[in-house]
């Protein structure tokens, strides 16, 4: 099957979830024997395995929508010309891809698929996005919560598709021989994400506070970058000096890890004893399911797709942002304190992060594009 797809995105290192889950499905594709032809912007890197897929678009480094919009519909007919009618148009992102793509569709008489994530509430685009994927022929969407927020927007449910995101095989749990990443037997929480704020860092540093003082010779590991790192490093060193709890105005149980390879990634989850995740709002969860597939209880809201994960009380505990810091804290230092329940749970996650694979995802979308 020969798929044309517009892309903002499939940089190797990358760790946002939308690239992430972009770059796996077009390699899952190719691994299938599809034919995906990816229109990538010059000067943006992508796996070697995908090379002879990229067709690369102007301008040389990134694009916002409204130039999306204008310019892929130029490279969407060079690609028609140089390889032949596509079976079907993809979009990973509504603005600019997906009206891309809905062009395409239109002009050549060919099915458009878009991928949707998640809709947020102060999205000041909510409007335009909803009016777009109403024109889509089928929505692939991730999560059942995210099928809920479609239909909610007035989306025909008969067009829409709920496929889970999949793992990747170096996510497992730690081998008995392989060293932590600080091996010094002390117990460890992991957050792993963007710093912005749904993803709620503030209030994990809030909880980290109860945390630190119940079990003092524990370890938050904030692994990520974004716009409100160094602001709620400084605030929370701040807090710390104003208390006088510590000396020199730093925390030294908090460590801020910043950005961290595609290939060590793996290693981080492995190292760690519990993941914290208390965003606000999520379409699926990746890092979740990443921490899963290496055998780790999770502490998270609950919020959005991410109750979809883990059952709680059998594979970690939702904590609600309304319930306070408190009551997350409290949840982070029974695990810290009880190893065997620590086990047990990061099993039950294991077993369950097993069925989720790229491969798997990317038969059921292939499944979805070959009956349009």
Known sequence: ?????????????????????????????RRLGHDPHVLLAHGKSYPGELGHCIEPTWPRRGQRWPVQALTLPFYLRR???????????????????????????????????????????????????????????????????????????????????????????????????????????????????????????????????????AVPETELWIVGDGPLRAGLRRVHDLTIAATGALSRGRDPSVSWIG???DASRPQWYRSASVFAFPSLLEGF????????????????????????????????????????????????????REPELRRWMGENNRKVAAGYTWDESARHLAAVMEAM
């Open 259 to 261: 950005r961290v390879s």
């Open 79 to 213: 690609c028609r010309r140089r390889h032949g009618r596509a079976d079907v148009y993809r979009a990973h992102a509504i603005l600019g891809l997906g009206q891309a793509c809905l062009w395409a569709g239109r002009t050549y008489g060919r099915p458009v698929v878009m991928h949707f994530t998640h809709l947020d509430p102060g999205d000041r685009w909510r409007w335009l996005k909803i009016r777009l994927l109403r024109q889509a022929d089928r929505i692939v969407t991730i999560s059942k919560f995210s099928r809920r927020q479609l239909v909610t927007a007035g989306v025909e449910p008969a067009r829409i598709r709920v496929i889970p995101c999949g793992v990747e095989q170096e996510f497992a749990p730690r081998d008995p021989d392989e060293r932590h990443v600080w091996f010094d037997g002390r117990p460890s929480v992991l957050f792993v994400g963007e710093i912005k704020p749904r993803k709620n860092v503030g209030f994990l540093l809030k909880a980290w506070d109860h945390v630190r003082r």
């Open 285 to 336: 969860g990746m890092p979740v399911l990443e921490a899963m597939a290496c055998g780790l209880p999770v502490v998270s809201s609950g919020r959005g797709a991410l109750a979809e994960r883990y059952e709680h009380g059998r594979g970690g505990f939702h904590s609600p942002p309304e319930d306070g810091p408190e009551a997350f804290a409290r949840y982070l230092i029974r695990l810290l």
């Open 1 to 29: 099957m020969k798929i044309s797809s517009p892309c903002c995105g499939i940089a190797p290192g990358a760790t946002s979830g939308g690239e992430v889950l972009e770059r796996e499905t077009l390699l899952a594709l």
